[in-house]
């Protein structure tokens, strides 16, 4: 098992160096000049000459008249003590840009995800247990429906009623601007605007899970041990969650933990619609912004996350399907 | 087990959640407004919230909530490092005595709440000394007193080397005498910079720049706190006589070498000290002299929150302000009119798309008692920008021809829904020049009015006489020209145009797939790319790769903007080697439009009758080579919750001003 960990450990750091290689020559290659844009809207305040000179300055500071393998060795010299550089946009650390969205991002995916959790699994059960009926049916319809609407629709609808309509939410941000009041009524307000992305982000996620767990549980239920399971007179719901649920769950895993992983993701369009600061909104702004310190720090950190995720999904396999081992 | 595995994997989770939602920093309540003071918690009055409804503003008439579409970013120090326009305009109400100030009206005027009326001296070599007294009483917000080391400070500080070190973008001296030589820190003497003694000081333009239309703003500086920006005791101020300089360690700090030692305690002290500056340009609360001052700034929420500052005088007729507090935060276009509606915000400013202003307007029509708006000209233009150094467009007939092509009043009102209008030059109908010259405008500029047929007689005029052949131009088909070494040039404009740009999408409708521009013989290719590629292209910038230096384009829609105190001193320049660095974009070398364009501002600032002369006679030129063709100019609306009262905006002003005098009721 630890010699099967090392040997992924060793590959995850492969894989790493790799894609860092591609997403810096990918980054660098874009067509544009970093340091125009940068003191471009400064132009017509500065005289030709000084103009020119912060021209070659801000050039020689973003390391760009250097070799491309000069300036990835330095930035990989500097990303491996978590030095990202300067971010474009807001001229500071891309460390500091990042760390206040992936906190928020972090904290509200967390509720999500155990609240999806709570959801899908269940639900999926018991519409796998109750098959063609009218509450299968109807949850059917529903997940086709989450699935069919787009979210920033969903969202909106959420937010007209519940907070433009009947006034019972924050329309959106992360708490009341110039809130006064002392820090537990500070954080009750903040909770408070996060019911409605919470909830957005809830509905929208439940349909896929659902529905996979639903799939995964009636492959389970057909299956021949579960009718030995029954004629050996066992209580129907030691059938399904100690015989049906267990075999069910090594595909569902894959699902869950990604979803799980999933909580250091944004949802850019749920982050845009009620202006949260989170990862996703970030990764796009500054992708539009051409920020791309932050963006390479951000895409790096979920090569990261995924190789991650993807090691702990195959470990998962062994400790759920005592047939599956990890040593090889 | 996989049951007791998932309850565990659960239960971990939900205590993980709730560990760090309980230990997450959070955000500490509004403190109390004094600089200098650390805000304690539970401090603030208790308001229940439970009581409130979420939309807290509705009702209150002592902050006003500010929606941008750009989100404050907590930098208090722009432009000196980035230039955000959010993050300006907050500097720009926090910053105060500057020694000019701008009326309501748009005039530069002395500050007399700071300063007396200033000395002014034309000096032998054509130089001019602007010498300020200062007035006594000053302080900043902290209650430090301002003296004339404050104003001195301001200028070396940010024209300093040291600036540049630490990676900002020292630019605030650039025309005294003097400048490029402290900048460069070959001296470290501040020539045009002095510091007369605890209450005076001067500043001398270098004689290359004045006299100047805006020459006051040259010397229009406020103070800056050395303490407070490079740490107690870091830095001070001092005259011998020949010009202002550092004294302390700041003077002698430098930027380390490749060859320095990492371990000497040269390069530590250099980047404590840069460290603690670029920490400075975010720290909250601030040492500032403006109407307003700086509470917080929570990056989480990215919202930042002034109030007003107690200690401020006023600015030039001693208006100090009269919203308590101020809050900037971003809003989304999708639902800022949700977020106005609700009170989330209680301003939406200068809002220019045509859907945007519709909704307002529905806005309005559903309550017109609690909603209010302003509109105003934009001081600016969406432009077709002609390159006119090769190509079809080198010549004046075809750029005329290509603006008769276009029905611009169609075009403004599709793209601004009917809030915009069209101008004839590079002006904007705000601009008092403008106002006070419309009629002689009107009546000597061409409005190049919709026609094919002045289209194709300009062609005609222009030699697009021939097909692909050398025959004489039969009606349909491309038209060529014959150049002077026998080849000949279709009629074909390569047009480029950035990606995603509403602008561009109207323009291939209206222009490129215009039935008439092909029926006048023309073609138009559109390419489109990201900005900072058409920058390329239109810097001609072969260090980004060879194919830019090939002329390729002869046709990009852009936009500009005229602020206050905008001349277009290097825009028509003659000079390759200023052009090569991107200034008269256009290439259009035409030595009359030149010297129109750089005189039209070299007069005294009390010279408003020769300047506006000087500018006609430029604004026709321009009307009459038509380097651009302006497409669109808006007419900007402000909506707002009608507890915003007095609030007059103006696109040539900043809403810093507006702001200074609205009142809440």
């Not at chain 1, 630890?2 to 450990?9: A, G, H, N, S, T």
């Not at chain 1, 500091?96 to 155990?114: G, R, S, W, Y």
């Amino acid at each position: 098992m630890l010699k099967y960990v090392f040997k992924r450990i060793l590959y995850m750091i492969f894989v790493f160096s790799v894609m860092s290689i591609l997403l810096f020559i990918l980054y660098n290659g874009i067509q544009g000049d970093p340091a125009r844009a940068e003191i471009e809207p400064m132009k017509m305040k500065l005289e030709p000459a000084q103009y020119e000179q912060l021209y070659r300055e801000t050039r020689a500071r973003m390391g760009l008249d250097d070799p491309l393998v000069t300036r990835y060795t330095r930035w990989l010299g500097k990303t491996i003590r978590l030095d990202f550089g300067q971010s474009i946009r807001y001229q500071r650390p891309v460390i500091d840009v990042v760390k206040p969205p992936l906190q928020f991002t972090i904290k509200i995916n967390i509720f999500a995800v155990i609240i999806g959790l709570a959801i899908t699994i269940p639900l999926g059960i018991f519409t796998a247990v109750k098959k063609n009926s009218i509450f299968d049916k109807s949850v059917q319809v529903f997940t086709i429906i989450g699935y069919s609407i787009p979210v920033f629709i969903t969202a909106l609808l959420f937010m007209y009623f519940f907070a433009v309509r009947w006034r019972l939410l924050p329309l959106n941000g992360m708490e009341t601007p110039n809130f006064k009041g002392t820090a537990a009524e500070l954080r009750a307000d903040q909770i408070r605007h996060l019911i409605l992305p919470l909830i957005v982000m809830t509905v929208t996620s439940l349909a896929s899970i659902t529905r996979y767990v639903r799939a995964a549980m009636m492959e389970a239920l057909s299956m021949d041990y579960i009718k030995t399971a029954r004629a050996k007179g066992l209580k129907e719901k030691a059938v399904i969650f100690s015989h049906a649920w267990r075999n069910a769950l090594l595909p569902v895993i894959t699902l869950i933990i990604g979803w799980i992983m999933s909580i250091f993701s944004g949802a850019f369009i749920i982050e845009s619609m009620f202006n949260l600061n989170g990862m996703g909104k970030l990764y796009i702004d500054s992708l539009y912004a051409k920020d791309f310190n932050v963006v390479l720090a951000v895409q790096l950190f979920y090569v990261l996350i995924a190789l991650i995720g993807n090691l702990l999904v195959d470990l998962s396999y062994g400790v759920v399907d005592p047939r599956v081992r990890v040593n090889e | 087990m996989s049951k007791k595995l998932i309850m565990a994997l659960l239960s971990l989770l939900l205590v993980f959640t709730l560990i760090l939602s309980g230990c997450s920093p959070a955000q500490q309540p509004t403190p109390p407004p004094a600089a200098g003071e650390t805000p304690a918690e539970d401090e603030t009055p208790a308001e229940d919230p439970a009581e409130e409804p979420p939309v807290a503003s509705e009702e209150n008439l002592e902050q006003l909530i500010i929606g941008s579409s750009t989100e404050p970013t907590g930098d208090f120090a722009t432009p000196y490092w980035q230039n955000n326009a959010t993050d300006n305009l907050i500097n720009s109400l926090t910053a105060g005595y500057s020694t000019y100030d701008v009326t309501p009206a748009g005039e530069y005027v002395v500050n007399t709440t700071a300063v007396e009326e200033p000395v002014i001296t034309e000096n032998e070599d054509g130089s001019k000394t602007y010498e300020f007294t200062l007035k006594e009483g000053l302080t900043y917000n902290d209650g430090t007193p301002i003296t004339a080391k404050d104003y001195v400070a301001s200028a070396l500080l940010w024209s300093s080397k040291q600036i540049a070190d630490f990676e900002g973008k020292p630019s605030a001296g650039i025309h005294l005498v003097g400048f490029d030589a402290f900048r460069n820190a070959e001296t470290n003497v501040f020539a045009g910079v002095r510091l007369l003694d605890d209450m005076k000081f001067s500043f001398t333009i270098a004689d290359e720049f004045v006299p100047f239309f805006y020459e006051v703003t040259d010397v229009a500086f406020g103070p800056t706190s050395l303490d407070f920006w490079l740490g107690e005791g870091v830095a001070d101020v001092a005259d011998d006589g020949e010009g202002a300089y550092f004294t302390g360690e700041f003077a002698d700090l430098k930027a380390p070498g490749e060859e320095d030692d990492p371990a000497s305690e040269d390069f530590a002290r250099f980047h404590e000290i840069k460290e603690y500056v670029l920490k400075q340009r975010n720290v909250t609360p601030r040492v500032t002299a403006g109407p307003y001052q700086v509470v917080s700034y929570n990056a989480s929420t990215k919202t930042t929150i002034l109030t007003l500052n107690d200690k401020f005088l006023g600015n030039f007729e001693g208006q100090k302000g009269n919203i308590k507090d101020l809050v900037f935060k971003k809003t989304e276009d999708a639902t800022q009119f949700d977020e106005l509606r609700t009170g989330v915000v209680d301003l939406l400013s200068a809002l220019g798309g045509g859907a945007d202003i519709n909704a307002g307007m529905d806005l309005l029509e559903e309550d017109d008692e609690k909603f209010d708006f302003i509109s105003y000209p934009r001081a600016g233009y969406g432009k077709l920008l002609f390159i006119c150094d090769f190509g079809p467009t080198q010549f004046i007939e075809v750029r005329h021809a290509i603006a008769h092509l276009l029905d611009r009043n169609d075009f403004a009102a599709a793209f601004t829904g009917g809030y915009g209008s069209v101008v004839n030059g590079p002006y904007g109908e705000g601009q008092w020049f403008y106002k006070e010259s419309k009629a002689e405008l009107d009546s000597r500029l061409n409005n190049y009015s919709y026609s094919l047929d002045t289209a194709v007689a300009l062609l005609e005029q222009a030699g697009f006489t021939k097909d692909e052949n050398g025959n004489d131009y039969a009606g349909t088909g491309l038209r060529y020209r014959e150049m002077e070494d026998g080849t000949m040039l279709p009629l074909v404009i390569n047009w480029l145009s950035t990606e995603n740009n509403p602008v561009s999408e109207l323009l291939v409708t209206k222009l490129q797939n215009n039935e008439d521009v092909a029926a006048a013989g023309i073609k138009i290719e559109q390419t489109l790319v990201d900005f900072n590629e058409l920058l390329n292209w239109m810097y001609r910038d072969t260090s980004m790769g060879e194919q830019y230096g090939v002329p390729t384009y002869h046709m990009m829609n852009l936009a500009s903007n005229f602020p206050l105190g905008y001349a277009p001193t290097y825009e028509w320049t003659l000079d390759d080697d200023l052009i090569a660095l991107g200034y008269n974009p256009n290439r259009l070398k035409d030595q009359e439009l030149y010297d129109l364009s750089r005189n039209y501002s070299l007069v005294d600032p009390s010279d408003t009758e020769g300047f506006r002369e000087r500018w006609v006679e430029y604004i026709v030129k321009w009307n009459e080579l038509l380097p651009e063709v302006p497409l669109y100019s808006n007419e900007y609306h402000s909506f707002f919750n009608a507890k915003l009262k007095n609030f007059v905006v103006d696109d040539n002003l900043g809403l810093e001003i507006a702001l200074l005098y609205a009142t809440l009721e």
